[in-house]
């Protein structure tokens, strides 16, 4: 089994609707879960920063973690053509350990 | 300020050169970091600097060799490499590893990559 396990999509989805995108994880020691957005040829951009579970918004994203079933989440209200990237979750525990990455969702918003 | 630069934005070179890539932050970031990314893979983690300090050194052919000069500037130098070195090289900054300082965010900040193409 891999450390964080991500569905790679690609998701497709009309204008508009609600995105809902997962990892699910096996070690139990991550602590930190974040989510990046990457467009095609560039940087991955951080989208959201949570530490241990509970849910955080911002804006149009809200980020859940539930630590018990080794699951985050990542919602995308209002889809917009613009939002259409790869979603790669990532993870880490306390000390140096490195971040650890889903392989990413692909989602593409139809106009 | 959340700005990790890097440069060049492209890169091809030969199997015989010698390049570098930079990296810069001006967040007053203590841990830099090296990544490798495939195309549709996620990001591969390569080096970690930490207070211009190697921390973490990814099992990484000699032929890639890190430098960290100052707080705010971190090299990568190239040479011998292979075709299959080809990808996006991500640099990125956080304010220090967990543990490093007290109270500091190990929220990782991604520059925009340089296209590396090994002919």
């Known amino acids: 089994q891999k450390e964080v396990e991500q569905d790679p999509g690609p998701l497709s989805v009309p204008e508009g609707a609600i995105v809902s995108l997962n990892c699910t994880y096996s070690?139990?020691?991550?602590?930190?879960f974040m989510w990046y957005r990457q467009y095609s040829r560039k940087g991955p951009e951080l989208l959201m920063y949570t530490y241990s579970s509970g849910n955080k918004e911002d804006g149009r994203f809200t980020a859940q973690v539930d630590k018990s079933s080794k699951y985050i989440s990542l919602f995308i209200r209002d889809s917009q053509p613009s939002d259409s990237a790869t979603y790669l979750c990532a993870m880490s525990g306390s000390g140096n350990t490195p971040l650890v990455f889903g392989k990413g969702t692909r989602l593409s918003v139809i106009a | 300020d959340t700005e990790v630069t890097q440069t060049p934005k492209h890169l091809v070179m030969g199997m015989t050169n010698k390049k570098s890539l930079k990296c810069e932050q001006h967040?007053?970031?203590?841990?830099m970091y090296w990544y490798k990314q495939k195309a549709k893979k996620p990001p591969e983690l390569m080096f970690v600097y930490s207070y211009e300090k190697l921390s973490i050194n990814e099992s990484v052919p000699s032929r890639f060799s890190p430098e960290c000069p100052n707080s705010s500037l971190l090299n990568l130098h190239l040479h011998a490499l292979q075709p299959e070195d080809s990808a996006l090289y991500l640099c990125?900054?956080?304010?220090?590893?967990?543990?490093?300082?007290?109270?500091?965010?190990?929220?990782?900040?991604f520059g925009p990559g340089t296209r590396l193409t090994v002919l």
């Open positions: 990125a900054s956080s304010q220090a590893l967990l543990g490093a300082q007290a109270g500091a965010s190990n929220e990782q900040f």
């Open positions: 070690n139990s020691a991550f602590q930190y």
């Open positions: 967040m007053g970031h203590r841990a």
